[in-house]
């Protein structure tokens, strides 16, 4: 096996380990949105069970459902809308928050098309990035960046 191949594996499952051990999740780019989230809006970081209708819980109930996509994906995918807020976060290539748009759902239901034949409810990206408030997520970038260093 190449030594590079090999070093690179060992980084992952090491970093993989160390989320789970810290998090108490397994490792995913939507849980790592969730947890982008989490720390922008002060909310409880996600627990390993799933909660029908929302990824994230605010201490006084606020339910906010968490889309993880790349910049290019056409559509956003919704099972339900039993959330208060929907929060789409774009991630770049070093998996670091790219950008960030929050929704309330009574805005984001009339958006969306019902996709009766695979029970989802469909809103298209810039659609909703439109309609949605862009989050400032340059603190949390910065600490991001701040923590690599």
Known sequence: MDTNIK????HSAHAMQGFKREFGVELSDSRLCEIYVALQFGLPLPSSGNRPGCDL???DG?????????????NLDFN???????????LSDDYLPLGMW????DRAR???TERGKFRKFQIVQSIFKGAAD???????????VGASA
């Open 62 to 74: 606020t339910r906010y459902q968490v889309k993880c996509r790349k910049a290019e994906t056409q």
């Open 134 to 144: 862009p989050v400032d997520i340059a603190d949390l970038k910065a600490s991001l």
């Open 102 to 105: 929050m929704l309330g759902v």
């Open 110 to 112: 009339p958006l969306a």
């Open 57 to 59: 819980q605010g201490c």
């Open 7 to 10: 070093v690179t594996l060992q």
């Open 80 to 90: 339900n809308f039993d959330f208060d807020f929907a929060v789409l976060v774009n």
